[in-house]
T-cell receptor
Framework: LAKTTQPISMDSYEGQEVNITCSHNNIATNDYITWYQQFPSQGPRFIIQGYKTKVTNEVASLFIPADRKSSTLSLPRVSLSDTAVYYCLVVENSGYALNFGKGTSLLVTP | NAGVTQTPKFQVLKTGQSMTLQCAQDMNHNSMYWYRQDPGMGLRLIYYSASEGTTDKGEVPNGYNVSRLNKREFSLRLESAAPSQTSVYFC?????????????FGDGTRLSIL
């Protein structure tokens, strides 16, 4: 399993853009980069997934450079309700295991 | 649309007692998973089921057994509970056992073993 490294915590004010960077130096050719969000007392929720370049959905954008050794989750104009733990995962296309690690705890304040 | 439903939501057991955690999904997914999450830790995979009729060990299977009852249901059993099994248990499902299929999680069962 490709190991990921991301900041333990981040703080932001409401309305700002938040970028969480994850490093995955030993990512393999067939691996996908996937981000999950977890609120207290809830299970993780899938946010976005990408293989290369940029992916955008209604919630976030995911930027992946050409070497794929890192990725950045971008949350535009965060609100208080975006306070959560965000997990970066590298997932083998042929595999199943999700290595969640400890994630990044994002705190959004007024 | 319920998604993944786990029961019970909370449970307190005494050491040595047995218990079965239930999980059901209504998304017609083939693959299902059981994870545990300890305070300040990420999720760790206990067991998974690629498809109906198959189960396999994950990262931390000791002390647990599972049953894939049918396509919808995947249960986790603690035969003789130990305090080290105090944790939050999450069930998840996905369309298939490949990395590009997101997993959908239930809201967990909070289990305390005294």
């Amino acid at each position: 399993l490709a190991k990921t490294t991301q900041p333990i915590s981040m703080d932001s004010y409401e309305g700002q853009e938040v970028n969480i960077t994850c490093s995955h130096n030993n990512i393999a050719t067939n691996d996908y980069i996937t981000w999950y969000q977890q609120f207290p007392s809830q299970g993780p929720r899938f946010i976005i997934q990408g293989y290369k370049t940029k992916v955008t959905n209604e919630v976030a954008s995911l930027f992946i450079p050409a070497d794929r050794k890192s990725s950045t989750l971008s949350l535009p104009r965060v609100s208080l309700s975006d306070t959560a733990v965000y997990y970066c995962l590298v997932v083998e296309n042929s595999g199943y295991a999700l290595n969640f690690g400890k994630g990044t705890s994002l705190l959004v304040t007024p | 649309n319920a998604g993944v439903t786990q029961t019970p939501k909370f449970q307190v057991l005494k050491t040595g007692q047995s218990m079965t955690l239930q999980c059901a999904q209504d998304m017609n997914h083939n693959s299902m998973y059981w994870y545990r999450q300890d305070p300040g830790m990420g999720l760790r995979l206990i067991y998974y089921s690629a498809s109906e009729g198959t189960t396999d060990k994950g990262e931390v299977p000791n002390g647990y057994n599972v049953s894939r009852l049918n396509k919808r249901e995947f249960s986790l059993r603690l035969e003789s509970a130990a305090p080290s099994q105090t944790s939050v248990y999450f069930c998840a499902s996905s369309d298939s056992l490949t990395g590009n299929q997101p997993q959908h999680f239930g809201d967990g069962t909070r289990l305390s073993i005294l």
